[in-house]
């Protein structure tokens, strides 16, 4: 199994750009989610998916668009890049989305390294 | 606002030594979970302590968990070198679906 694959690695972007950020998962996982992670913040909450065609907000969803058409995919739109967007983006999921279910630790990708000039 | 709050932020032990982190949070939780992140990697679940438990083992790694004072403890005994490493608190809030909150987190560096 791979796990949970980001792509891109790195970019860099001009403001006023766009791109999407991919995540894949091949562990037929029910819950998908996007962090980024700044110096001194810690990870924060963008944007969640508890299912194909279920998704929700997170702590810091202005800017960041997502859908989840399959189980596997949950690609993050930047659809106007801003320089306060520079961070790593990380993309991680868990077997089930329910609260109620205790041993459902997430998986992380290895994260996207973006940056906005 | 972040959940989780680790303190110290940062910490410097010798090889052997053991390494105490501990994370304050703000609201009733399900679960409490520490998670490991290599220096430009993703994180790495290292255990899930649930709310009606005080204390889990896992190898090196002892949870503590005291839900009146919304406090944990993380313990690794007998540090290596690879341990070095930023280690995260993360909690799962009751109710509707899971909405994991990470704290900030403590750098730990183990001096060979």
């Known amino acids: 199994n791979a796990g949970v694959t980001q792509t891109p690695k790195f970019q860099v972007l001009k403001t006023g750009q766009s791109m999407t950020l991919q995540c894949a998962q091949d562990?037929?996982?029910?819950?998908m989610s996007w962090y980024r992670q700044d110096p001194g913040m810690g990870l924060r909450l963008i944007h969640y998916s508890v299912g194909a065609g279920i998704t929700d907000q997170g702590e810091v969803p202005n800017g960041y668009n997502v859908s989840r058409s399959t189980t596997e995919d949950f690609p993050l739109r930047l659809l106007s890049a801003a320089p306060s967007q520079t961070s790593v983006y990380f993309c991680a999921s868990s077997y089930s989305a329910r609260s109620s279910s205790y041993n459902s630790p997430l998986h992380f990708g290895n994260g996207t390294r973006l940056t906005v000039t | 606002s972040q959940q989780g709050e680790e303190d110290p932020q940062a910490l410097s032990i010798q090889e052997g030594e053991n390494a105490t982190m501990n994370c304050s949070y703000k609201?009733?939780?399900?679960?409490l979970q520490w998670y490991r992140q290599n220096s430009g990697r993703g994180l790495v679940h290292l255990i899930l302590i649930r709310s009606n438990e005080r204390e889990k083992h896992s190898g090196r790694l002892r949870v503590t968990l005291d839900t009146s004072k919304k406090s944990s403890s993380l313990l690794i005994t007998a540090s290596r070198a690879a341990d070095t490493a930023s280690y995260f608190c993360a909690t799962l809030s009751w109710g509707g679906y899971q909405k994991v909150t990470f704290g900030t987190g403590t750098k730990l560096q183990v001096i060979p």
């Open positions: 609201t009733s939780i399900n679960n």
């Open positions: 562990m037929n996982h029910e819950y």
